[in-house]
């Protein structure tokens, strides 16, 4: 070592102690020579011979730099596995020769940081490598105090789905804890169908580049530890770092959120079902009065050769008709036909009803026995075909609609076919609640709700569940 060098280690000793080293590598005697240089300046060293160090001795130490000897394959992946298990902030150099970097430079550029000619050296750069010690460590912390404070939950993985960072927010979610996953892939996170499924729209997304959630973010089923399924929005993005590619998700749980959707839902049926009872033993009945006399009053003008039959004659029919519309709103209301027929009897009654009160034509076609199914499921797939036929006629301005119940192997689809104007392509802001209540009244019941645009005109809309 050098006068100069000497000193500069000397002023430096201060700095070096304060960072503890391990030096790697496979050749135990240069292991030996290097060391021996360090502790001069410095007691806190580890070696660590490759192969046959113990990683597990390692597991309590705490290195803020590790100095590698040589670049061996052996040393390289040793050094990824071991910066693999820490959770701190920690530089990595290689102490070679110039031919010896020159000779593998690409793969020291994707393992260290820095290259040191002379272990000499180290001395003198003890400032700088602890200066970029504490802005990694700045860094490290900042991010870390965003992850383990943000409500959603935020995983990351690599390209493989294998789990990299797991923050505490989607430990509560999930009910893992970090050890638990980390090193294990993101389909255990999921039910099947998906879980079988995700290496496949892994592999698509980077053939076609077409997303079905990255970058777009949606509504998907997510499973507990314990085996509960639970809604969770999932937000993900790709990030391309060092040439390899990583997904970070963003995780939020709205089960509460559900909940309270349901009990809304809940309310607006019971509410309609209200208004629908009022309307049937109310306006029904006092429309049906209305009826009774101004029938009576008719055949009283009629015998007395008044010439306001013909007015009260239509005055008549013009009551008679509008308890015939408030009959139909109010069956539309309380499908009672649910309770007595079952779901297929009451869609023939739907669009009956439609075309007395709309004039425009409505048929229905059933293929397959329809399975007896709960009160709930039938309401809801009740409530879908209404909404989908009365917004085809409304909005749409369909001449025909069309509504198919099929029921092939264990599955059940409900359609709805109009030949109206379609949707537009972007719906607008305030298109109102119709199809975000259709697509969570088939969330509920666990189907899929579909909205496609027809070749030529008009727009297919499809519920599909699957039977247990």
Known sequence: ????????????????????????????????????????????????????????????????????VDAAEETLHMLDEILASTDRSVLSLACLPINEVEANQEKLLEHVDDILPHPEELALRLPFVEQRLRKREKSLLQNRAILETIVDGIITIEGRGIIITFNPSAEKIFGYSEQEVIGKNISMLMPQPDRGAHQSYIRRYEESGQAQIIGIGREVVGVRKNGEQFPMDLAVSEVISDGQKFYTGVVRDITYRRQLEHEILRVSDQERRRIGQDLHDDLGQMLTGLGLISKSLTNRLEQEGSKHVDDMQELTELIK????????????????????????????????????????????????????????????????????????????????????????????????????????????????????????????????????ANECVGTTITCSLRLE
């Open 1 to 68: 070592m050098t006068e100069s060098q000497s000193t500069a280690s000397a002023a430096n000793t201060d700095s070096l102690q304060r960072i503890s080293t391990l030096i790697l590598g496979t050749d135990e005697a240069r292991l030996e020579g290097i060391s021996n240089l360090i502790r001069d300046v410095s007691e806190s060293v580890c070696v660590f011979a490759v192969p046959d160090g113990d990683i597990e001795s390692l597991e309590q130490e705490s290195f803020g730099l590790i100095l590698m």
């Open 321 to 452: 008709e509008a308890d015939l519309n408030a009959r139909t709103i109010a069956r539309g209301l309380v499908p009672v036909e649910l309770d007595v027929n079952g779901l297929e009897h009451a869609l023939r009654m739907l669009v009956t009803d439609v075309e007395q009160l709309f004039g425009s034509r409505c048929t229905f076609h059933q293929s397959g026995t329809v399975p007896v199914l709960e009160m709930s499921t039938m309401t809801n797939l009740y409530r879908i075909a209404q909404e989908s036929v009365s917004n085809a006629i409304k909005h749409g301005k369909a001449d025909h609609v069309r509504v198919e119940l099929q029921t092939e192997s264990s599955r059940l689809t409900l359609s709805v076919i109009d030949d109206g104007i379609g949707l537009p392509s972007d719906l607008p802001r305030d298109q109102g609640m119709g199809i975000p209540i259709m697509k969570y009244r088939a969330r509920v019941i666990g189907a899929t709700l579909e909205i496609v």
